[in-house]
């Protein structure tokens, strides 16, 4: 079954049983039988110019499923490699600059620890604290990949363009 919702500019696929690949942004994924690291990896050579070279295929793989990107580190590099996780069970991928991710850190901050001052931490504690509805709280440009594994969800999500 696939299912996909428009939000903004919003995708989210659950249980999908057929082969998709995500791509966007530098962010690249393959979910299905398909999904493997080697391919990923192909995938993400076709974007390599979009990160620096020190910081090419960060990925994670699980089983179907499997996510990248190649990487611009401009906030927090040390703390920001990708994907970022909570508990093994929510994982984010990000691309772009959220202009405001530290007024919302200190909002959030009496509920999460937090490790640095990585901004794709932010956005997946933003998530987890308000759901979905994280992406109306956020002013910036971007692209995310996150991956909730409890509810096999995974939402795309891009800020609009203008």
């Not at 690949?21 to 390599?48: D, F, H, V």
């Not at 611009?72 to 772009?96: H, R």
């Not at 959220?98 to 901050?109: A, D, G, P, R, T």
Request: charged letters at 25%; aromatic letters at 10%.
């Amino acid at each position: 079954m696939f299912y996909l919702e428009l939000l903004e500019i919003l995708l989210i696929i659950r249980n999908n049983r057929y082969y998709e690949l995500i791509k966007m942004c530098g962010i690249a994924g393959i979910k299905g039988e398909l999904a493997n690291k080697k391919t990923l990896n192909k995938m993400l050579q076709r974007t390599s110019h979009r990160g620096e070279s020190i910081y090419q295929q960060e990925s994670l793989l699980l089983d179907k499923l499997t996510i990248g990107m190649n990487r611009l580190a401009i906030v927090d590099e040390e703390n920001g490699v990708q994907p970022v996780s909570y508990n093994d069970e929510v994982f984010c991928i990000f691309n772009g600059e959220i202009y405001n991710y530290q007024v919302l850190k200190h909002e959030l901050s009496s509920y999460y620890d937090f490790q640095g001052s990585c901004d794709t931490e932010v956005l997946l504690k933003s998530y987890l604290h308000w759901g979905i509805d994280f992406l109306n709280k956020l002013d910036g440009k971007f692209a995310i990949c996150l991956v909730d594994v409890k509810t096999d969800m995974i939402l795309l999500a891009r800020s609009i363009l203008v």
